[in-house]
């Protein structure tokens, strides 16, 4: 418990204040409440300054969001001003809780929170007969708007419970916040990255994108996909936040298995002792890619999957074949810039995990912004451009980092997944050839338009991009397509024979 200066009492109630009652103003009563709970919470927590409060509330507020976010894709097509305005109010409390906070934490008594309190006022009254009834995901600049509030509550939260707990419990404790002195630039993207690795953000993020991968696991019809979607909801859960981050076992191995398990040489850096076992993951996952496809990592262990097939995410793959550059990788082709980008990922990966290694054994001495190279090009990856890709979905089309060859660890697996027995199967062709909506080719996250035309010609579809998704199965009217992978050796094991295969 912390006092609070009498000037801080002020700038709270300065937030809480002025919210209220322009939510009153500006929101519907049914979502008045909706909004005037987590701003209330968020501000008690400040006033009491309790950690376990201010996480409690933090998550409770991005729960909201995530409803809210469930209301904004169900309602798609109607008027949606109340739930963006909800959206809104959301971002602005969290906002001005993370500057307070980063205030209180570097001893600075800022006035901002106020200042943007009243700026929810004004956009309030801008906003207040503004109908937004536009489909959800008709508009690329809606969509953006969309994704980047929710995207910057997530981060503010994680902002005010990062700089609360001084020494967060992280994968990379906000190492990057030391000021480089290379430029405001390069802070800045130290300072987001140094968020975003957070596990708090993790957490923030999760909870408001969990509630439609709720949804989505409620909504699934098929068994498979159910039990796919639930175990990328327990692998994120788990393996990505619980394992590394809070489990007894982050600290009597904070390296092993879990840190360096994301295939760009790691989120440590490249020692002789982890040799085995970095090679050792290469295997085990080229191996369960082999035998199950790339879905294993794409479309359930990476946190990339459960942040992009939620309902409201998933929703936006639209964008795939509306926007100009999701076009361009749509079809199982693999571009040249698919090729050009993915050789010199895997360059980059090699390359920097060399000289980490010749670092670790005294060779070299070369490091990039203070840090060991190849945890460097991870964190680049997965905390920043990942994230920008991700913003950018309105853009580049939904799972752009499967698309455009971007991520090594995607394409080690995809590789694998190819070579493997892993496939698309339709019952009967037939049932294509007089197929009048090829729901399963606009169900693709992924953008793989051109599997109906291989289903006529193979009775199959095999693709290096297709990551298992398995919402053509869920989509097609007839049920017709059904999955083949490694699972046939078993039943040929079993002496079963391969069911369909
Ligand atoms: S391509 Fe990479 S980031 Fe995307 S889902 Fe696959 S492993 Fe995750
Ligand atoms: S798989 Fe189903 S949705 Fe796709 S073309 Fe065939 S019948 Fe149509």
Redesign the pocket.
Known sequence: MYPLSTAQVLQILAITIPLTLSSYMGLKRRTFGFSLIPWLTLSSSLLIYDFNLLVLTSVFTSFLLGLDYLLIYRRRGRDVTEEVKVALGLLVSSTSLAILQVGNDLGVNLYFPTVFAFLWILTLLTTIKAKVTSRMNSSPRMALGLISVGFLTSLSLAISVDFFQVNPTSLSPLEFLAPSGVGIIVDGMGLLLGITSSSWFMVMIGVWLGVGVMDKIISARKLENRVRLSLMFLAYWVYSIYLPSFSPFSSVFPEVPYSWFN?FGTFAPVEPSLLLGILGTYLVTAVLSYLFG?RQ???VT????YM?QGSFVNSMKTFNRSSPLGRRTLTSRLSPWFKVISLMVWVNIAVFAAISYLNQVGVTNFSVLGDDPSMFLSSLY?NLI?YLQFLMIPFLGN?S??TSG??????F??LFGYLGPFKLKVKDPATCLSCKTVDCAKACPVGLTDMRASFIKKGEFKAFKC?GAGECIEECPYDNIFVRDGRVYLRKLLGRGAVNG
Do not use: D, K, R
């Not at 971007?406 to 394409?411: N, V």
């Open positions: 295939g790339s990592i794409c479309s990476c946190t990339a999957p992009l997965f990942w799972y980092c499967v971007l991520c090594g660890w995607g394409t697996n995809q990551i």
